[in-house]
């Protein structure tokens, strides 16, 4: 936690400033004279044809500057990092495993720098930043100690690019990088365009001194997008974002032999019917607004039967109404801080009113904790959770997720409208069906359009061995996570497991 009596704005900019001085002791070669960051492209440091700001949703300053590379300069990156996957992959998996260890103590050594400069990059706590950072380490320590058996009969593919969100930059973008690296390939990611790259680049300097074959390179999706996809030396591709972009990306790699994993977006709803255990609903609600909902696999729809509704919207506002909303870094602890963007935040503002222009009611509506800022503040970016009831079908908050702190509640009167109605995104990550009559749930659950399904109990991404995917549109390609994620980009024997095309 930062030191409480840093309690004016600009003090708590200058804690910024002395983080990312600390990065340039830490990784020198990172920085261009003047402090701006560069791309570190198979062992080189690029000079970018431009920059361009990355600013703390926290206060909305300018954090640092990162690099804007243009599509010639990306293109050529992907040939050079394409030319260290030969020599990579022909060292023994004991090397590559010595090598990514190494990688490991360095990120280990410098972790707090990296959680606090993340939670800056992105507007985390530092709770929620530290599991990031930690989940990483441990996840990948445990590839390292299962791989063998993972590898056996198999073979690295070549140069694999990934395209991340930016809201979980180590425990996934990271992870499948070290993991894509460890089994053999090299590897080139994409700074997200939103943010996390200050941190991202720390991380990637470190894996680099270790000998890892990273890249890391900034941009506009669309001067990148041509290189990170289509380049004939890209071999495979992990992708995380939305629908709309990740549906281009899957038409045209399909036509391709490239391997791909595409996790894209889906209304992960909750089911609740014959049901009275509110005490542990009530605490799911709460913790369901981790990191402010800015997660693949949040909870945002909550279908109700009709005459639990009341019971629902109690236990909603007893649970969310003491949720702290407001600066993640002073003394005063806050259970989530910004979004990432003040226009985000704007948007969903402005999804509200047009959805209660339509008739849609707001039964909930929290408000900021106001000893959790500084005097004069910049709040653009923060938004308290709402809770809506009665939106149209033709609503697009009734369609979709909104990757923030909001909540529609859909009434429902049969078992029937309750499946149909959590099945509105046609594919999702998740799902959870509350029922104190677990054949009735088994039955529910059985008819969720999900990857995952829990029974009075919310589902998650999972680490280590737990396999992670999705079903409909939320869903292309290869599954991930523990053997999976080491088959996805590795060839061999065994049949992929995953969401193709028929």
């Known amino acids: 936690m930062l030191n409480t009596e840093l309690v004016g704005g600009p003090l708590l900019h200058l804690e910024s400033q002395r983080l990312l001085a600390e990065a340039r002791r830490v990784v020198?070669?990172?920085?261009?004279?003047?402090?701006?960051?560069?791309?570190?492209?198979?062992?080189?440091w690029v000079h970018p044809a431009a920059w361009f700001s990355a600013v703390s949703p926290i206060d909305g300053k300018v954090l640092a500057e990162l690099p804007l590379l243009d599509a010639t300069q990306v293109s050529d990156g992907v040939e050079k990092a394409a030319a260290e996957f030969l020599p990579w992959s022909a060292?023994?998996?004991?090397?590559?495993?010595?090598?990514?260890?190494?990688?490991?103590?360095?990120?280990?050594?410098?972790r707090d720098l990296l959680i606090k400069?993340?939670?800056?990059?992105?507007?985390?706590?530092?709770?929620?930043?530290?599991?990031?950072?930690?989940?990483?380490?441990?996840?990948i320590?445990?590839?390292?100690?299962?791989?063998?058996?993972?590898?056996e009969s198999r073979k690295p593919l070549g140069l694999i690019s990934n395209i991340a969100s930016w809201n979980y930059p180590f425990s996934v973008l990271m992870l499948n990088v070290l993991v894509q690296s460890l089994a053999g390939n090299s590897v080139i990611a994409k700074i997200p365009t939103q943010g996390g790259g200050v941190s991202l680049t720390l991380a990637f300097a470190l894996l680099r001194r270790a000998g890892l074959p990273v890249s890391l390179v900034g941009g506009r999706g669309r001067d990148l997008s041509e290189a990170l996809v289509a380049h004939p030396r890209i071999a495979g591709l992990a992708f995380i974002g939305g629908r709309a972009n990740g549906g281009e990306v899957h038409r045209r790699l399909r036509a391709t032999d490239k391997r791909y994993a595409l996790e894209m977006e889906g209304v992960n709803a909750y089911a609740i019917t014959h049901f009275t255990d509110w005490d542990s609903l009530g605490q799911q609600l709460r913790s369901s607004f981790d990191f402010g909902k800015q997660r693949c696999t949040a909870y945002t729809r909550w279908v109700v039967e009709k005459s639990l509704v009341p019971k629902f919207v109690r236990t909603y506002v007893d649970a969310v109404s003491t949720l702290r909303v407001g600066h993640p870094l002073l003394g005063a602890p806050v259970d989530f801080g910004p979004l990432i963007s003040p226009s985000k935040a704007e948007e969903l503002r402005t999804l509200i009113t047009e959805a209660q222009a339509q008739g849609a009611k707001v039964l909930f509506q929290g408000e900021l904790a106001e000893d959790a800022f500084t005097s004069q503040q910049e709040r653009g970016a923060y938004l308290p959770p709402s809770l809506l009831f009665g939106l149209p079908q033709d609503s697009e908050l009734y369609l979709r997720e909104p990757f923030g702190p909001i909540d529609i509640l859909v009434s429902v009167d049969s078992e029937d409208a309750l499946v149909h109605e959590a099945n509105v995104s046609h594919g999702a990550l998740v799902a959870s069906v509350a029922s104190d009559d677990p054949e009735l749930a088994q039955r529910i659950a059985s008819r969720l359009q999900a990857f995952k399904v829990g029974i009075n109990k919310m589902r998650s991404r999972g680490?280590?061995?737990?396999?992670?995917?999705?079903?409909?549109?939320s869903w292309a390609g290869a599954f991930v996570g523990g053997t999976h994620l080491v088959r996805a980009f590795t060839d061999g024997p065994h049949p992929l497991e995953g969401n193709w095309p028929d």
């Open 463 to 473: 680490d280590r061995d737990e396999s992670f995917g999705g079903k409909g549109g």
């Open 117 to 139: 400069l993340l939670a800056w990059d992105i507007g985390k706590t530092l709770p929620t930043a530290a599991n990031d950072v930690d989940r990483c380490l441990a996840g």
């Open 141 to 151: 320590q445990w590839y390292v100690e299962q791989i063998g058996p993972m590898l």
């Open 28 to 44: 020198p070669e990172a920085f261009d004279s003047q402090g701006r960051l560069l791309s570190p492209v198979a062992g080189k």
């Open 91 to 110: 060292r023994s998996i004991d090397k590559r495993s010595h090598a990514v260890m190494q990688a490991v103590a360095l990120l280990e050594e410098h």
